[in-house]
């Protein structure tokens, strides 16, 4: 039986080789952090790790993850609702909410699973979710199964968010969406301009803050401490496997009432497993590490802005970022994918990123900052971009 569909899936298979799109992956065989060693042996610099407080392997929470395994063992064999809720369960959702300054949070395996089960429960065929047309593939996946209208705008143009919003008061309920930092940019999404527009035309704000979390904001709260408008989204999302401890586990967090609902209702918490206990420990020790410090945001901000000035300086046609996301502009597909190999024979991790990724003349390479990285670790990428720069005429 298999036959035929093998045929088809090896020539969709080449087709994809032949646009130049298939995946590979690259074998580390070390913990994740600032050098990573391949399969290769060779000893690397990352600077493609969403690691951005360089948590993934920090003694702390490893430590609180062997307590976790120790005090409550290895899995759940349970969702949420049957037997799958712990005490350490309930005080990672309650750090969660203390953290973002909300009233409640439910936990999910992933951050995708939390964008893919937050809309059908709470709108109907009545209401409108209104997108940014550059939000995550988890945000589409959602909206695709929530029955309400849906409408889009050119990312971040809060013109078009405006005029759609206007439309849509034809709706009995308006959800505005975005993410909180677009990943391919590094730009923050205009939230204080989105939250005056949602007062003014009667909508609900929801960001995903996966990037920003952590990230952006002086004590890294994200994108309503970066405009200073905390407490005026309604909801969240975000993801345990960034910046806070890069394992596993996504959330929602904000009103109590959507939060409820979603526990009753949201498919991805009813119907799988409930988080193990050894990254739901590690989850609370990281969110204690949070309030009890600034040092790691503090660090990755004067990481991000040295090595932003170093680039610049060097003479590379850098975007702007708020995040400690750097795309390093090169617009040609070809010789983004040259000087990443280039990058790593200099022993420089990084990944170049052309269309359909980025749009097509806007190929990258993206730098990706960690508190992780020490002075000596952003020098040496530096001093590897400028030669192979040099090399390839992207810097005279
Ligand atoms: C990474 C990411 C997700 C998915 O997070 P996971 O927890 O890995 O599923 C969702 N949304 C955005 C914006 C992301 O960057």
């Given at each position: 039986m298999y036959g035929k569909f093998k045929d088809h899936l090896i020539k969709e298979i080449k087709d994809i080789h032949e646009a130049g799109l298939y995946k590979d992956e690259r074998i580390i065989v070390s913990p994740q952090g600032a050098e990573i060693e391949l399969e290769t042996g060779q000893k690397v610099l990352n600077f493609c790790a969403n690691n951005y407080l360089g948590l993934s392997n920090h003694p702390k929470l490893v430590k609180a993850a062997e307590e976790g395994l120790e005090t409550h063992g290895y899995g759940m064999s349970s969702v949420r609702f049957i037997c799958g809720t712990t005490d350490l369960h309930k005080t990672l959702e309650k750090k969660i909410a203390e953290f973002f300054g909300t009233e409640d949070t439910i936990l999910y395996a992933a951050a995708f699973d939390a964008n893919g089960g937050v809309f059908e429960p709470l709108l109907t065929a009545e209401d409108a979710i209104?997108?940014?047309?550059?939000?995550?593939?988890?945000?589409?996946?959602?909206?695709?199964?929530?029955?309400?209208?849906?409408?889009?705008?050119?990312?971040?143009?809060?013109?078009?968010?405006?005029?759609?919003?206007?439309?849509?008061?034809?709706?009995?309920?308006?959800?505005?969406?975005?993410?909180?930092?677009?990943?391919?940019?590094?730009?923050?999404?205009?939230?204080?301009?989105?939250?005056?527009?949602?007062?003014?035309?009667?909508?609900?704000?929801?960001?995903?803050?996966?990037?920003?979390?952590?990230v952006v904001g002086k004590t890294g709260r994200g994108v309503s401490e970066h405009f200073d408008i905390m407490g005026k989204l309604d909801i969240?999302?975000?993801?345990?496997?960034?910046?806070?401890?890069?394992?596993?586990?996504g959330f929602t967090t904000g009103h109590k009432e959507i939060i409820e609902m979603l526990r009753q209702r949201s498919r991805p918490y009813l119907f799988s497993n409930s988080l193990p206990p050894a990254v739901v420990n590690a989850g609370i020790r990281m969110f204690d590490m949070m309030s009890e410090t600034n040092e790691l945001q503090d660090k990755l901000h004067a990481n991000t802005d040295y090595f932003m000035e170093k680039m610049t300086a060097a003479g590379f046609d850098i975007k702007p970022t708020q995040s400690a996301i750097c795309a390093v502009m090169l617009y040609d597909a070809k010789l983004s994918q040259d000087m990443a190999a280039k990058l790593l024979e200099e022993g420089i991790y990084v990944i170049g990123f052309y269309f359909p990724v980025v749009p097509k003349g806007e190929a990258r390479i993206r730098v990706q900052l960690s508190a992780g990285h020490e002075k000596a670790h952003l020098d040496k990428a530096i001093a590897a971009f400028t030669k192979v720069g040099k090399e390839l005429n992207v810097i005279k």
């Open positions: 209104i997108s940014d047309s550059l939000n995550h593939a988890s945000i589409i996946d959602g909206v695709r199964l929530c029955k309400a209208q849906r409408y889009r705008y050119p990312n971040a143009d809060m013109e078009a968010l405006e005029k759609v919003l206007i439309e849509a008061q034809a709706q009995r309920f308006r959800v505005i969406v975005t993410d909180g930092v677009f990943s391919m940019d590094g730009n923050v999404a205009p939230v204080d301009k989105m939250v005056e527009l949602a007062e003014k035309y009667d909508a609900m704000v929801m960001v995903d803050e996966c990037h920003s979390a952590g969240i999302t975000g993801t345990l496997g960034k910046a806070f401890g890069g394992a596993v586990g």
